[in-house]
């Protein structure tokens, strides 16, 4: 696909800060500030190029490459003596500065006072990590220069707990900026974008992970297959590169964490097996990598949703898109590199049906959690999954008004997602028993089905793919 893919709810977040920098605002402070976060490759970068375009007023876009402060101020020197600002030949009669200080207030000096203008950090975490100095002289800038002039400072960055952090009590930026989160494409922009039925864009979502760089390459109304026969032939494919340079940022030095991060990508669940599976880590080093994962949002850790207290945590990758590189992209690449990517393609054929079926849980969980108002019954203000240690019984979708320790279990439901094997009385008498030793719940507690061929029973409400996709607003 070409061209710049929705994001309509964020151009217009964008565009309401853009109008107050332009009123003046009530304070007489025109100047407005924005802390962008997403996931690595998510197109944040990709959002505010497209807003810059399509305002046309001056600006400057400086990303950070972290290598040292030095070089970034002399990278962010460069990019203002280049960019469209009125004053900004100046900066080329100037040496870099050697401080950010002096750098953010050498900026003030080359914006318009006259006219809205825009300055975007990109990468903004690789500035804090490599100078303890730069949010306080971020602070100062804004407080002292910026904020009186029209100017929208953009901060964009990918390590989303950092980006978090920045906004917070007792930090030098703390209440200065509006947090914006800009999250992968949805279900339904698949759809929509790729031209598919509802139940291939489900898997079209579960490789992608609404990641805007694979979507773009995958051939408008192409099936999973013929995507991946395409994509698997090539090694300089986004669906291949994207998963190693996710990790390479992420994890510069966390080879532990990548390990621990691989076992689980494999499909270990528990904390014994991941330990085991990651080399035989210690109780007290699994647990920092395990907390290190799911501080950067690359890692869930899950419980049982019921009535009473459990300790059964599960961990899952949470970011689909990861969850299949891991499974099946990162360990072909010396395979696709050798050019035999069918080797790849028929591994994934081998293990689609059963990695989908449990890869596609999360999602279905997050689209009843987002339909509940209108099509679960009330109060249902919660939806996860319910296990035992020996997983008997194992249920895929527990409705509650509060987790992970409910009051009230407001239904119980069941997931198949297969092709022409519809929910059927088979399925409906293994729910009812399960529902019997789901704690919390008794004979009247309403039951689910989520199928993808459909439903052949009755006494049952049932959910399809196209109910679920009505579940995400499109772009």
Known sequence: MNGFIGRRHELGLLEDLLSSVTSGGRSGRPGRAVLIRGRRRVGKSRLVEEFLGREGLPHVFFTAVGGSREEDLAGFTAEVAASSLPDAARFADFTAPQTWDAALSL??????????????????PYLVREDPTFEGALQKAFDRNLSKLPVLLVLIGSDIA???????????????GTEMVVPPLTPADVAVMLDLPPADAFDAY?????????????????????????????????????GERTLAAEFPTEVQARTVLGAI?????????????????????????????????????????????????????????????????????????????DRVLEAIRTSWTSWRGRAVEPVIRESLWRLADDHLPENTNTIGGYWTRTNDPEIDIIGADRAPIAKNITLVGSIKWLENKP?????????????????????????????RSGCTTHGITHLTPADLLTAWPTN
């Open 423 to 451: 929910f059927d009385h088979r399925d409906l008498a293994r729910l009812i028993t399960h529902r019997s030793q789901l704690p919390g719940a008794d004979h009247d507690t309403p039951l689910l089905a989520v199928a």
């Open 162 to 176: 950092m980006m978090e952090q920045l906004n917070t009590y007792g930090r030098p930026f703390y209440q200065r």
């Open 206 to 242: 579960l490789v992608s992970g609404g990641l805007p760089l694979i979507l773009e390459e995958w051939p408008q109304g192409a099936d999973l297959w013929a995507y991946l026969h395409h994509a698997l032939q090539r090694p300089t494919s986004a669906l291949l590169v994207s």
């Open 265 to 341: 990508g494999h499909g270990e669940r528990t904390f014994t097996l991941i330990g085991r599976t990651a080399g035989g880590l210690n109780p007290g080093s699994l647990t920092r990598s395990l907390e290190l994962l799911t501080s950067r949002r690359m890692v869930a850790a899950d419980l049982p949703l019921s009535t009473r207290p459990s300790r059964e945590t599960r961990y899952r990758i949470d970011d689909p898109y990861l969850r299949f590189w891991l499974s099946f992209i990162g360990p072909g690449i010396p395979a696709v590199e050798r050019g035999r990517g």
């Open 107 to 124: 900026l003030a000096t080359a914006l318009p006072t006259d006219t809205p203008s825009l300055v975007v950090l990109d990468e903004m």
